[in-house]
T-cell receptor, first 111, second 113 residues
Framework: DQQVKQNSPSLSVQEGRISILNCDYT??????FLWYKKYPAEGPTFLIS?????DKNEDGRFTVFLNKSAKHLSLHIVPSQPGDSAVYFC??????????FGTGTSLTVIP | AAGVIQSPRHLIKEKRETATLKCYPI?????VYWYQQGPGQDPQFLIS???????DKGSIPDRFSAQQFSDYHSELNMSSLELGDSALYFC????????????FGEGSRLTVL
């Protein structure tokens, strides 16, 4: 059973606009959430994280929002750039144990 | 900065053969995770090690085994290979005491013919 879900397999956004990637989870014990970015033929690279004690974390153009009551998190990229085109995975863990990944959303930023 | 090193990057095997993948974590990282990513799928957790002991187990088949050695590198051994084992195998490392991100290697692509 998928504990972390990304319901949008793909997303296309115009350069300069905002990209919003969504992620839902089912396990209320998850207390740490991360976003990874993956280019073809490379391993995922860490992008940004958020602990369950926060509802927002911002790092440059990337902001992650956490809504614990809805068991939902989102990644906002603004402004989007062509180099942001990649597959984005959200991941969650409980007390630093195994990390559960979503199925990924392929973002295409159109110049 | 040193990253997670995986070898080999590509491996082709026949059905029923055995394969071994190696992972060298970032220096001073004490935790290693193995993930399997099939075509069009998300990374599936296989197994993890903390301080050379198995710390967690996921959807790892009985035909697979893994261990972490005294130098913290890890090896994933896969026997009686099946066509469905064809996938990208990622190793990731982290510092267990710090709930932080996983640092992934570039992956080892296994093709079973």
């Amino acid at each position: 059973d998928q504990q972390v879900k990304q319901n949008s397999p793909s997303l296309s956004v115009q350069e300069g606009r905002i990209s919003i990637l969504n992620c839902d989870y089912t396990n209320s014990m998850f207390d740490y959430f991360l976003w990874y970015k993956k280019y073809p033929a490379e391993g995922p690279t860490f992008l940004i994280s958020i602990s369950s004690i926060k509802d927002k974390n911002e790092d440059g153009r990337f902001t992650v929002f956490l809504n614990k009551s809805a068991k939902h998190l989102s990644l906002h990229i603004v402004p989007s750039q062509p180099g942001d085109s990649a597959v984005y995975f959200c991941a969650a863990s409980a007390a630093g144990n195994q990390f559960y990944f979503g199925t990924g959303t392929s973002l295409t930023v159109i110049p | 900065a040193a990253g997670v090193i995986q070898s080999p990057r590509h491996l082709i095997k026949e059905k029923r053969e055995t394969a071994t993948l190696k992972c060298y974590p970032i220096p001073r990282h004490d935790t290693v995770y193995w993930y399997q990513q099939g075509p069009g799928q998300d990374p599936q957790f296989l197994i993890s090690f903390y301080e050379k002991m198995q710390s967690d187990k996921g959807s790892i088949p009985d035909r697979f085994s893994a261990q972490q050695f005294s130098d913290y590198h890890s090896e994933l051994n896969m026997s009686s290979l099946e066509l469905g084992d064809s996938a990208l195998y990622f190793c990731a490392s982290s510092l267990y005491v710090v709930t932080g991100e996983l640092f992934f290697g570039e992956g080892s692509r296994l093709t079973v013919l």
